[in-house]
């Protein structure tokens, strides 16, 4: 409990600080985008602390598509890896893509994690740190409307780089509550000019939720709360209710966005064997919403040492049951 009341006063903390800041035109880009809508599976994508916090090895690969068919959508691609190295220790290594209009965004990060685990208690600290190029594309100079020869689209093009650096916990208490804090670009660095200086509002996503597995049904619920303060987008929190089904071989799952682009959205996925296969699909309810198809997402997750385990436990399984029946 002590350790709860010390996370809640750090989230208390990042707020504070968080609305203490203001908002100026030379912030720089929106961290909303490299937020997988599916994060509640996967949370490396989200929290440094999560890397290699299971003895499993996963290799992701992400794609969304938001605001599907309206021009120049943004369109997102995640690939990660992460994975215990050494006792305790975990590493994670993530590149995302990012295409909004002509903006092209690029992000490489590695992370590293400890994680320290009590009879009641898991809890992975972690940082990563992270080189980002921000440019525009050369699509953008076919346009009858853009003078080729000006000096800021020519420096546009060339992009501007920066090192970043993000931390993050990420927990599980008496197997039951999840619960997590990140704090993403804590630390920002213009690398490509000098007599720059990369302003940030400070940002925060805690999430918190909990795990009914005792069903009679055999099914597991995990309803859970993520609660984001990000810069360039207004405060707002995701609701989430996960159901898992089949010992884990089927999941479903509903998610409900409360502020900013207020969405609803749902997702269905499956496992065979190390492969987990995830679709996820949400439409806002603003008016922009008749302008395009809805969110659309798909990840792929390979889950390496886990099956394993997984397979001859559940055979020793079916062969003493069918051992039970035959006397």
Do not use: C
Not at 64 to 76: I, M
Not at 121 to 134: A, D, L, P, T
């Amino acid at each position: 409990m002590k350790k709860l009341l010390f996370i809640l006063s750090i989230v208390t903390f990042a707020y504070s600080i968080s609305n203490a800041q203001t908002r100026n035109d030379s912030e720089r880009y929106f961290d909303e985008r490299y937020i997988s809508s599916t994060s509640f599976l996967n949370p490396v994508v989200i929290n440094p602390g999560a890397a290699g916090f299971d003895s499993d090895h996963h290799l992701l690969l992400n794609y969304r598509n938001k605001w599907a068919s309206f021009p120049g959508s943004p369109k997102s691609i995640i690939l990660s890896y992460d994975g215990p190295v050494a006792d305790r220790l975990g590493f994670g290594a993530m590149l995302n893509t990012d295409t909004n209009g002509d903006l092209e965004t690029t992000k490489l990060a590695g992370s590293l994690a400890y994680t320290l685990d009590t009879p009641i208690n898991k809890i992975g600290v972690g940082f990563s740190g992270e080189y980002i190029q921000h440019r525009l594309s050369g699509d953008a100079l076919n346009n009858n409307l853009v003078n080729i020869e000006d000096p800021s689209i020519l420096d546009r093009l060339e992009g501007t780089n920066f090192f970043d650096v993000s931390v993050g916990l990420f927990g599980i208490y008496d197997s039951k509550i999840t619960y997590g804090l990140a704090l993403p670009s804590l630390v920002s660095s213009r690398i490509d000019n000098e007599d720059s200086v990369a302003e940030r509002e400070i940002g925060y996503i805690f999430n918190v939720g909990y795990i009914f597995d005792e069903l009679e049904s055999g099914m597991t619920l995990e309803p859970s709360l993520f609660v984001k303060q990000l810069m360039n987008v207004p405060f707002h929190a995701d609701v989430n209710l996960l159901g898992r089904f089949l010992d884990d071989k089927l999941r479903t799952g509903i998610t409900y966005t409360i502020g900013a682009d207020e969405k609803l959205g749902f997702l269905v996925g499956f496992a065979v064997n190390t492969l987990n296969f995830t679709y996820a699909y949400n439409a806002s309810r603003n008016e922009f919403q008749t302008y395009n198809n809805g969110s659309h997402e798909l990840s792929l997750r390979i889950d390496i040492g886990k099956s394993k385990a997984k397979v001859v436990d559940q055979e020793m399984m079916d062969k003493s049951m069918m051992n039970e029946s035959m006397n």
